[in-house]
């Protein structure tokens, strides 16, 4: 039976009464409410059908609804139930006031014995969905929450294909992965397995917990990705050897031979347990250190901060004098990109090489300029499985002829597929 539409004197379903808004998102709003029958406090995610129906959100609401009643875990925020009315979605959840885990590696990374508490409680959860074929997609510091007791919690479990995430601030996020934490094969663009890569982002959660920092960071996001493919990080000393050893087999970027859950569970590194009865306060728990210092970049960056070509603001703090590559945004696929390099290629006289996975561009022009034949190259990066980024740069020959062609012919034939911000605009996730 549906609820009466919104709320009634602010009490939904004659159940819930709904106190003050914790926050709001593109597709909904996030209230603290009290379940009048039990008292039990939770946090109501209020979604609007229209907006839903609107996007073609329908089926994928529906399916991770099924998906979240049979996800029940200590170390899991719970949905507890799901009610609706004529305009409007409620998704009654658990209310986790603890915090961030991750605001606690702010001050400091932290000390062994406690990260393998936390990074045990994570497998756990981890473990439970992946037994029932649940995979989150997007583990991530906004996704890891403290209750009252200190214990660790997975938010949205299984959501991570809806809209936004509640985070403990109260706001709701954009669903997009955030690169630093993503598997090299989610980037990567040709398919994966939900497993390994969830595997991957618990290394990546690991080493943060235990260093104070990422293990792949670039101020440049496609230099980022070339060290996640290559699986090119390095251990601080202060790491134990099994440690190490166990974060190193978590970030293989092979997901054929990385470790399996299981393993990960029978390491030596995993299997020691903290003292009985030991109790760790803040200081306790962190050393200090500088913390983490890069910022998670996801495609809601991109969106607030880029317009059109102009994704300088994201990948360099240093402009150059001459430019030798430009980026764009795109939420067409890399075959629609592809299209069009071929389409320039053909009236700007360059021959086109391209790679079997479409995922970069060659051209080489075949008339002698003022420092000999102009050569671009392209490349293209996915965000999300719906975003990319394209980095196009001169591989050889003069730049003012390169970027003349830029100017003159490669971006008004590129001008449709270019992905640019508008007010009111609901960028596609």
């Not at 001050?107 to 649940?134: N, T």
């Not at 997901?255 to 995993?270: A, C, G, L, V």
């Not at 394209?390 to 270019?418: H, M, W």
Request: charge should be positive; aromatic fraction near 8%.
């Amino acid at each position: 039976m549906a609820a009466s539409d919104d709320k009634n004197n602010g009490v939904l379903h004659s159940k819930y009464e709904l106190g003050r808004q914790l926050g709001h998102g593109t597709f909904a709003k996030v209230y603290h409410a009290k379940n009048l029958h039990t008292g039990t406090n939770v946090a109501m995610k209020v979604v609007g059908k229209e907006k839903v129906i609107k996007v073609g959100m329908t089926d994928q609401i529906k399916r991770e609804i099924s998906v979240m009643k049979m996800v029940k875990h200590p170390n899991i925020v719970e949905l507890y139930e799901v009610m609706a009315s004529k305009s409007k979605i409620y998704f009654a959840m658990e209310l986790v006031r603890g915090g961030e885990l991750f605001s606690k590696i702010a001050k400091g990374r932290l000390r062994e014995e406690v990260a393998r508490s936390y990074f045990q409680q994570l497998i756990s959860a981890v473990d439970f969905c992946h037994s029932r074929g649940v995979y989150h997609r997007d583990l991530k510091p906004e996704n890891l929450l403290l209750d009252d007791e200190g214990n660790l919690k997975v938010t949205d479990f299984g959501l991570s294909a809806f809209c936004d995430h509640l985070r403990q601030d109260g706001l709701l996020h954009t669903t997009c992965g955030t690169p630093a934490y993503v598997a090299p094969e989610i980037i990567g663009k040709k398919g994966y397995d939900g497993a390994k890569a969830d595997i991957w982002s618990c290394g990546v959660i690991l080493y943060v917990l235990l260093a104070g920092f990422l293990p792949f960071q670039d101020e440049n996001i496609v230099a980022m990705y070339r060290k996640i493919y290559r699986g090119d990080f390095k251990c601080p000393p202060w790491f134990s050897s099994d440690a190490r050893r166990l974060i190193t087999k978590m970030l293989d970027p092979n997901p054929s031979t990385r470790i399996t859950i299981s393993k990960i569970m029978e390491s030596p590194w995993f299997k020691k347990s903290a003292p009985k009865n030991t109790k760790f306060s803040i200081e306790d728990e962190v050393i200090q250190s500088k913390g983490l210092e890069a910022k998670s970049l996801n495609a809601f960056h991109i969106i607030s901060l880029s317009e059109g070509f102009d994704l300088s603001p994201l990948f360099e703090e240093k402009k150059r004098e001459q430019k030798e590559e430009m980026r764009f945004a795109t939420t067409e696929p890399a075959t629609a990109v592809v299209s069009k390099l071929e389409e320039v290629a053909k009236s700007s006289k360059f021959s086109v090489k391209k790679s079997g996975d479409e995922s970069s561009v060659r051209l080489q022009g075949r008339e002698n300029g003022r420092k000999g034949k102009l050569g671009i190259a392209a490349e293209i990066f996915a965000v999300t499985p719906s975003f990319l980024v394209v980095e196009v740069k001169k591989s050889s020959g003069d730049t003012l002829e390169y970027n003349q062609f830029c100017s003159k012919e490669l971006r008004p034939a590129l001008r449709d597929i270019v992905w640019r911000s508008a007010a009111g605009h609901s960028f596609p996730a």
